[in-house]
């Protein structure tokens, strides 16, 4: 499999893309006056306490506070160390507001939610993850060969043992061993270890000096979380389109993964990178909700604050034997079809599959088995069930940021981001009964509707009578005016 990155930079904002085989799997967006927040670490301070919720909302200087669940903190021992295994306490005796309080946010705000909080603090390595609070060793769950957990955990804990005791590391805490670090030499996966000792050395003094709210740590930017957390052993080359990104990911590889470097390329060419390797035709598309199936069948793929749904349909697609194949070559199409737009779109949260109905439970067993490969794929964390009595299929996918569509769009201001307009029909008889109303308050001899050119012409045709039924009940006269301005549902009704 051909796997490459390709880095669009710009001083407004930067883009990757994941390609494999030619196609696009994953693009991120990092934009200059609206970066994420997952991984940031605050100082925040405690502004309300929900002991029925057992939560909390706290200040950390954004727009919405952020939100912590009891479950998200854990009391300390003596040793300054999380009693991760502890209940989960009642929240009113953990918090108080005004108390200020080290967060880091793993959720960020999505649509009019605030950012979610937890006090088990982490910050990331090339290879590892430093948990200053716990004295944990875990290795990646993707990491399944049992020598090598075997070989990676050995090397961590004789690194952190030789290492203890220095007090200019404030060493402490424990460690997670990311996927990227499968099969790397003991040098390079060790040299994580007193780099972020250091690291976490200098952030507990800036937390200390800190007044809330305040911005303690943050993670790197999309450009350099790119080589640290997706380039893996199989990507070929990363391709980048400016010169200057190019330099400072040519120092981070330097400094952090050398093995890179070799695959670092600079793109000169006039046509735009993600033009030319059609990137934004693919990102126009994964905005709409409509994807086309190569045999002619077709998603339709439908985002909502509470869950998205996706509907499989054959379309065009008729097949060359009986209806039961040709659900199953669709609903298999489909299958990988779906995986690939979770991953394109950022989908995450409850998903509901609706594929089209099969009798044949092994067709069924077929179709779930090629959408959990394709699903194996992904960098975020899925569960899918089987397939329910109604024929769907219900999963969940981690959802740590705003998926492509809300980075990218914003409700529409004429529909609210319903999607959907009021009739002209419908507008009329809006009109209708609110002029039936105004004339029973008032005393007026004559009525000024102001209205789009669709809802106007209605009304001086197709409504002609009604309105004329409507002068004589009411004794006045009803005059129309359009509004160029005005969007179908859009209207003023004027006493003159």
């Known amino acids: 499999m051909s796997e490459e990155i390709l880095v669009n930079a710009s001083p407004t904002e930067t883009r990757v893309a994941l390609v494999e085989n030619g196609m696009l799997q994953e693009v991120y967006l990092e934009r200059t006056q609206r970066k994420g927040y997952v991984g940031k670490i605050f100082k925040g301070k405690v502004v309300r306490v929900l002991p029925g919720m057992q939560a909390a909302f706290v200040d950390i200087g954004l727009e919405r506070a952020g939100f912590i669940h009891a479950s998200d903190i854990s009391p300390l021992n003596d040793e300054g160390m999380e009693l991760r295994d502890s209940e989960i306490g009642d929240i009113t005796t953990t918090l108080r507001e005004g108390q200020s309080l080290v967060v880091q946010v793993v959720k960020d705000p999505i649509g009019t939610k605030g950012a979610r909080l937890t006090t088990h603090l982490s910050v990331s390595g090339r290879h590892l993850v430093y948990m200053p609070y716990t004295q944990h060793l875990g290795i990646s769950t993707r990491i399944e060969d049992d020598a090598e957990r075997e070989r990676l955990k050995g090397l961590v804990e004789a690194k952190v043992e030789e290492l203890a005791g220095e007090k200019s590391l404030g060493n402490a805490g424990g460690f997670i061993v990311r996927t990227v670090a499968d099969g790397v030499a003991e040098e390079e996966l060790c040299a994580d270890i007193p780099f972020l000792y250091r690291l976490w050395h200098d952030l507990e003094d800036k937390i200390s000096k800190a007044k809330p709210p305040a911005v303690i740590y943050e993670d790197l930017p999309l450009f350099q979380r790119t080589l640290r957390d997706f380039v893996k052993a199989h990507i070929e080359k990363v391709r980048v389109d400016s010169r200057e990104v190019l330099g400072k990911m040519v120092e981070f590889s330097e400094k952090y993964a050398s093995e890179i470097r070799e695959r670092l390329e600079h793109y000169p060419g006039e046509r735009p990178i993600f033009e ?88 069924q067993r077929q179709v779930l088995r090629t959408l959990e490969k394709m699903m194996e794929r992904d960098h975020a964390k899925a569960s899918i069930t089987g397939v329910s009595e109604l024929g769907l299929v219900e999963m969940t996918r981690k959802r740590t940021r705003e998926s492509l569509g809300q980075i990218m769009c914003e409700p529409c201001p004429v529909c609210q981001g319903r999607g959907t307009l009021k009739s002209a029909e419908t507008v009329c008889y809006q009109i209708f009964r609110e002029i039936l109303r105004e004339a029973r308050a008032y005393n007026n001899k004559k009525f000024l509707v102001l209205a789009s050119q669709v809802v106007i012409e209605r009304l001086l045709d197709e409504e002609s009578t009604n309105v004329a039924d409507l002068e004589e009940f009411i004794s006045c006269t009803i005059q129309f005016q359009v509004e160029n301005v005005y969007s179908q549902e859009q209207y003023d009704i004027i006493l003159v």
């Not at 909502?304 to 499989?312: C, G, N, R, W």
Request: charged share 25%; aromatic share 6%; net charge negative.
């Open 276 to 363: 030319l390797y059609g990137i934004e035709d693919e990102i126009q598309r994964a905005l709409e909700n409509k994807v086309t199936l190569k045999s002619g069948g077709y998603l339709i793929i439908e985002q909502t604050e509470a869950m998205t749904t996706i509907d499989v349909n054959t379309g065009a697609f008729v097949g060359h034997r009986n209806l039961e194949e040709t659900i199953f070559k669709t609903n298999l199409e489909a299958a990988t079809a779906i995986a690939r737009q979770l991953r394109l779109r950022n989908l995450g949260g409850i998903i509901i599959l609706d594929f089209i109905d099969m009798k044949d439970e092994e067709h």
